[in-house]
């Protein structure tokens, strides 16, 4: 079985690189690349053409949003998992008219964000944290 393929984009080295040591100890996935602000990251979707995209709100260049927007045109067919600070209605709805697949909280334990990524990339979309689900 393949596994799963995933690019990380996060402006804070230290939360991409945790990100990434969670996820190098799952089975079946694989981070195939990273991204430090919202061009690199839709640069890098492109470039290495991953089955999920987790992705952060608030990044320099392009923020979460602007993302959203350019890989709904440019590559639709690719998996989105928001995990961000932010989950105010505002960050929120806007995603959510592109489609995403997902939206966790950052102060979400390990296992979840994991458990999120196999579900989105299997095709199970609506995949929330109940502080998101609420500011819906």
Do not use: W
């Not at 602000?37 to 992705?55: F, K, Q, T």
């Not at 950052?106 to 095709?123: F, H, L, N, T, W």
């Amino acid at each position: 079985m393949k596994p799963t393929r995933v690019v990380l984009a996060d402006d804070h080295t230290m939360v991409r690189k945790g990100i990434r040591l969670i996820l190098e100890r799952a089975p079946g996935i694989e981070v195939v690349g990273e991204a430090s602000n919202g061009i690199e990251a839709v640069d890098c979707v492109i470039r290495h053409d991953p089955d999920v995209l987790v992705l952060d709100m608030e990044m320099p260049e392009l923020d979460g949003l602007g993302v959203v927007r350019h890989l709904a045109a440019l590559r639709p067919d690719v998996r989105i998992l928001v995990l961000s600070a932010h989950t105010d209605k505002h960050f929120v709805q806007g995603v959510l008219e592109y489609g995403v697949a997902g939206y966790l909280a950052k102060d979400e334990a390990p296992e979840k964000v994991v458990d999120a990524i196999r579900r989105v990339a299997a095709g199970s979309g609506g995949f929330f944290s109940e502080r998101v689900i609420n500011a819906v």
